[in-house]
């Protein structure tokens, strides 16, 4: 299994900045990263994954980097726009294993 | 593909009644996973089922819960003689395998016990 966590439970970022948000995990054998956002009253929607033979993964307006030596990942949001205030879970996985381990959750915040 | 359904959206059950949360994965996947949130924490695996077995009920309480997937119909997640504690948010999610590639989550149910 793994245990992952965030850093800070809240973060708050102006509309158009850019915002980066931390996870730490505490399993060396974890493969797997995926980060998830969850709006208020949904379930989490998937935003992107890493596998643990990349360091970094881009997608539209979000960038996943993956530093193995230290077990921390982080997910960078480029140009914060309100429709990104939402809670942001970091997940992990071992080898062979169909669970998920979530983190606490950080909240973003836009502000307008 | 209307995704993972899962009903109802919202449940209230009085102290020692029984609470059935329902959940449809996607068409054309046969593994399904609870998972159950407490306010302000992460998501915590519950169980995985696939059609008419149960694989891994390792993070389920031992006692009043149950879950199911029968060959016909949707899974549930049954709570029987609920507390106080069990108000949560339970998702269930499914994918095409035994992985977490296609994860893909429902809007899950929020049980409020008073």
């Known amino acids: 299994g793994e245990n992952v966590g965030l850093h800070l439970p809240t973060l708050s970022v102006q509309e158009g900045d850019n915002s980066i948000i931390n996870c730490a995990y505490s399993?060396?054998?974890?493969?797997?990263f995926i980060w998830y956002k969850q709006e208020s009253g949904k379930g989490p929607q998937f935003i992107i994954d890493?596998?643990?033979?990349?360091d970094k993964r881009q997608g539209q307006r979000v960038t996943v980097l993956l530093n193995k030596t230290v077990k921390h990942l982080s997910l960078q949001i480029a140009a914060t726009q309100p429709g990104d205030s939402a809670v942001y879970f970091c997940?992990?996985?071992?080898?062979?294993?169909?669970?998920?381990?979530f983190g606490a959750g950080t909240t973003v915040t836009v502000r307008a | 593909n209307a995704g993972v359904m899962q009903n109802p959206r919202h449940l209230v059950r009085r102290r020692g009644q029984e609470a059935r949360l329902r959940c449809s994965p996607m068409?054309?996947?046969?593994?399904v996973y609870w998972y159950r949130q407490l306010p302000e924490e992460g998501l915590k695996f519950m169980v995985y089922l696939q059609k008419e077995n149960i694989i891994d009920e390792s993070g389920m309480p031992k006692e009043r819960f149950s879950a199911e997937f029968p060959k016909e119909g949707p899974s549930i997640l049954r709570i029987q003689q609920v507390v106080r504690g069990d108000s949560a948010a339970y998702f269930c999610?499914?994918?095409?395998?035994?992985?977490?590639?296609?994860?893909?989550f429902g809007s899950g149910t929020r049980l409020t016990v008073v």
């Open positions: 068409k054309g996947h046969s593994h």
């Open positions: 890493i596998r643990s033979n990349m």
């Open positions: 399993n060396s054998a974890s493969d797997y």
């Open positions: 997940a992990g996985t071992t080898p062979n294993d169909y669970k998920l381990s």
């Open positions: 999610a499914s994918s095409p395998s035994a992985e977490p590639y296609g994860y893909t």
